[in-house]
């Protein structure tokens, strides 16, 4: 399956991505519920931040956000989260395209990047990405700190 991943732009949200969250609603996943209003409140326009979105055709069939990390009181700490791929366009390689475009926004920005997941095929994911498993909070379980200040 051929897909282009893209950094939405703009501030109003593509329709056709209400087909994407519907799915992810069908699938019980949990974060769906916030991700619309928080887009609506203040979309993730800024530099470091960005919704990306896997498309087949006109369609979005994948989705990942990079954003300030508003679970904490740094402004140096970032977020990847809303990460959804539609079932018909899994194991097609686009997760791993996204958190790599996502990322390589976040790095603009971001000294440390934060995520949570309690799925292990997507814990490796992101260990091959630099995250490394933390026990900081409830809400963390892993940490990644930017290229820049590793050194």
């Not at 950094?7 to 916030?34: F, K, Q």
């Not at 209003?37 to 087949?56: C, K, T």
């Not at 958190?99 to 603009?108: G, I, P, T």
């Amino acid at each position: 399956m051929s897909f282009r991943v893209i950094r939405w732009s703009e501030a109003t949200l593509p329709a056709e991505l209400a087909t994407l969250l519907v799915e992810a609603d069908a699938a019980g996943v949990e974060w769906l519920s916030s991700f619309t209003p928080e887009w609506h409140r203040r979309p993730f326009l800024e530099i470091g931040e960005g919704l990306f979105l896997a498309f087949v055709g006109a369609v979005p069939v994948a989705m990942a956000v990079i954003s300030k990390d508003g679970l904490v009181d740094d402004p140096d700490a970032g977020r990847l989260r809303y990460i959804f791929v539609r079932e018909m366009a899994r194991r097609q390689g686009m997760a791993e395209e996204l958190v790599r475009a996502a990322l390589a926004e976040s790095d603009k920005r971001w000294r440390r990047v934060t995520l949570h997941t309690d799925n292990p095929v997507a814990a490796s994911l992101y260990v091959r990405y630099g995250f490394r498993a933390s026990i900081e909070s409830a809400r963390v379980t892993h940490v990644r700190h930017s290229p820049a200040s590793r050194q």
